[in-house]
């Protein structure tokens, strides 16, 4: 196994300074265990009880799963591409509602895994899915019942009985009427779906119709996170996100898939800005030409608008150092899983 270092920094000018990370999103790693629960809502009627719970986004990948999520928050917290697979770990984002919390977990989509990477994200959003109090299945309105949706259904009884799972057909702009008609008939005559709703998850529509079911159908219960945070994940995590996902938009084929980012290094600085170094691990030494680009073309480029994102989003500089590194077997390692928040035991070949 090869373990080549560039030092591909792109720079103080394709990089620059940030924050906002958990420190500014909330916790680091806030979740139902260490969360203390807020306080109820200051516009909410005192006799009127908080809600709150999790909601965990089902379905085949580039389902909208993580478009919805970002239009249900009114934030970006998960990637975003044309490509497949681009989620990884589960994701979570928060969104208010009247006196109601609702927790968004963003899963990987389901799909047949192939390598021990898949098979850890498949089960991470069936494991997802499971722990919830409310399941969304979503559907590609033009795409219908595909093999893989078929797949998904058949596992849906497998979910608690009592978990309430409401069908979401997204894209609805993209079909007539009369087929969307048609296609929640047959979705709802396959599985006992406790409501169904049309979105389109881009454009908004439909959605807040959804978002008010959603807050009076969750449980009565303290807040689990601070009223303004908005995500669940550390700000590391969540800067090694946003430059996964400029490289996944820049590159093509399968190099996407083959590569992970981790966020090394964080330093605050006295200025308020923030130096962040993150290593790119690729597969294979001719995938590192590729990334790096000619002249280091394609790295700067990853650097300047990853480095403009994350200074949007915290509200502050950022200085972003990357680096690319040949790990042939980094998908077989454990620790790299740890940083992408996934069970690598998960990824235990269990057919054989």
């Not at 109820?40 to 999520?69: M, Y």
């Not at 722990?131 to 497998?158: C, K, N, P, S, Y």
């Not at 609805?172 to 998850?201: C, G, H, W, Y």
């Amino acid at each position: 196994m090869t373990d080549d270092t560039a030092s591909d920094d792109t720079g103080p000018e394709a990089t620059g300074p940030e924050n906002t990370g958990p420190e500014n999103t909330g916790p680091e790693n806030a979740g139902p265990e260490s969360t203390t629960p807020a306080e109820p809502a200051p516009g909410a009627a005192p006799d009127q009880p908080t809600r709150a719970g999790f909601v965990a986004l089902i379905g085949e990948p580039n389902a909208g799963k993580s478009t919805l999520l970002n239009q249900m928050v009114g934030a970006k917290v998960s990637i975003v591409t044309h490509k497949v697979q681009t989620t990884r770990a589960r994701i979570r984002g928060i969104a208010m509602h009247g006196p109601a919390q609702i927790v968004f977990v963003d899963t990987p989509g389901i799909f047949r895994p192939r390598r021990r990477l898949d098979r850890s994200m498949v089960a991470a959003a069936w494991g997802g899915a499971s722990d919830a109090d409310i399941v969304l299945l979503l559907i590609e309105a033009h795409r219908g019942v595909t093999d893989g949706v078929q797949g998904i259904m058949g596992q849906l009884a497998q979910l608690p009985k009592a978990t309430p799972v409401a069908l979401i057909i997204n894209k609805i702009d993209r079909v007539k009427a009369e087929t969307l008609l048609a296609l929640s008939q047959q979705l709802n005559e396959a599985f006992p779906f406790t409501e169904t709703f049309m979105i389109s998850a881009e454009r908004g529509h439909g959605c807040q119709q959804l978002r008010g079911w959603l807050a009076k159908t969750l449980p009565e219960s303290p807040w689990l996170y601070p009223e303004d945070q908005i995500a669940d994940l550390p700000m590391r995590m969540i800067a090694a996100e946003i430059t996964r996902e400029k490289l996944t938009l820049r590159l093509h084929e399968e190099i996407p898939y083959q590569l992970t980012v981790e966020t090394e290094a964080w330093e605050e600085k006295t200025d308020g800005s923030a130096r962040i170094e993150q290593v790119v691990y690729v597969a294979r030494q001719g995938h590192k030409g590729i990334v790096l680009g000619k002249g280091g073309e394609t790295i700067k480029a990853v650097g300047q608008a990853s480095r403009v994102e994350l200074e949007e989003f915290m509200g502050r500089r950022v200085h972003l150092f990357l680096q690319v590194r040949v790990r042939e077997n980094w998908e077989n390692e454990a620790e790299r899983y740890d940083e992408i928040g996934l069970n690598y035991r998960d990824g235990d070949d269990r057919s054989k």
